[in-house]
T-cell receptor, first 112, second 111 residues
Framework: GESVGLHLPTLSVQEGDNSIINCAYSNSASDYFIWYKQESGKGPQFIIDIRSNMDKRQGQRVTVLLNKTVKHLSLQIAATQPGDSAVYFC???????????FGTGTKLQVIP | NAGVTQTPKFRVLKTGQSMTLLCAQD?????MYWYRQDPGMGLRLIHYSVGEGTTAKGEVPDGYNVSRLKKQNFLLGLESAAPSQTSVYFC??????????FGPGTRLTVL
């Protein structure tokens, strides 16, 4: 079946360095992709999104890259801070914009 | 603006008992969702609704029922709880074609 997965379950990064979290998706018909951050004991929180007609989108300290050729999504966090420590999920949305499929998540640990 | 709220925050059930989880949103969102999250895993979609009076099955609907009688509320029911339904349940809402806003979650334990 279709799935969204992540390459690395845990990523440790030195404070101040850049972080890159990767995600592979398999549904070529997915039209919309979202990155969420989930802190311990809380619900997921929206970080940034990108639609399939784009290959890059930037926010405040975050950038999402979409490579439709290899079905790959990445989240780049610049100057990683201790407050960035959390689990990050990528999600793909079907072309009807109704169902959202989440990946298994990557835990980002920021080393002070 | 409270956003998305969930009731209750915690619950312990015995096998075979029933309960209803309530999700409420005050953002006038059309779409609402129920997910479950098991330890170390991502969120799996149980049921969703694209408008008042409509519901649809997600990835893991068995053992659950839902109702969307009012636009702002989305109820998730467990008719006969099983230990396999021990999980954290998240509700979310969105407007079409945009990101979801999540509630704080309900931690359910079935003994």
């Amino acid at each position: 079946g279709e799935s969204v997965g992540l390459h690395l379950p845990t990523l440790s990064v030195q404070e101040g360095d850049n972080s890159i979290i990767n995600c592979a998706y398999s549904n070529s018909a997915s039209d919309y992709f979202i990155w969420y951050k989930q802190e311990s004991g809380k619900g997921p929180q929206f970080i940034i999104d990108i639609r399939s007609n784009m290959d890059k989108r930037q926010g405040q300290r975050v950038t999402v890259l979409l490579n439709k050729t290899v079905k790959h999504l990445s989240l780049q966090i610049a100057a990683t801070q201790p407050g960035d420590s959390a689990v990050y999920f990528c999600a793909e949305v079907d072309e009807g914009y109704q169902k959202v499929t989440f990946g298994t998540g990557t835990k980002l640990q920021v080393i002070p | 603006n409270a956003g998305v709220t969930q009731t209750p925050k915690f619950r312990v059930l015995k096998t075979g008992q029933s309960m209803t989880l309530l999700c409420a949103q005050d953002m006038n969102h059309e779409y609402m969702y129920w997910y479950r999250q098991d330890p170390g895993m991502g969120l799996r979609l149980i049921h969703y609704s694209v408008g008042e009076g409509t519901t649809a099955k997600g990835e893991v609907p068995d053992g659950y029922n839902v109702s969307r009688l009012k636009k702002q509320n989305f109820l998730l029911g467990l008719e006969s709880a099983a230990p396999s339904q021990t999980s954290v349940y998240f509700c979310a809402s969105s407007i079409p074609y945009n990101e979801q806003f999540f509630g704080p979650g309900t931690r359910l334990t079935v003994l």
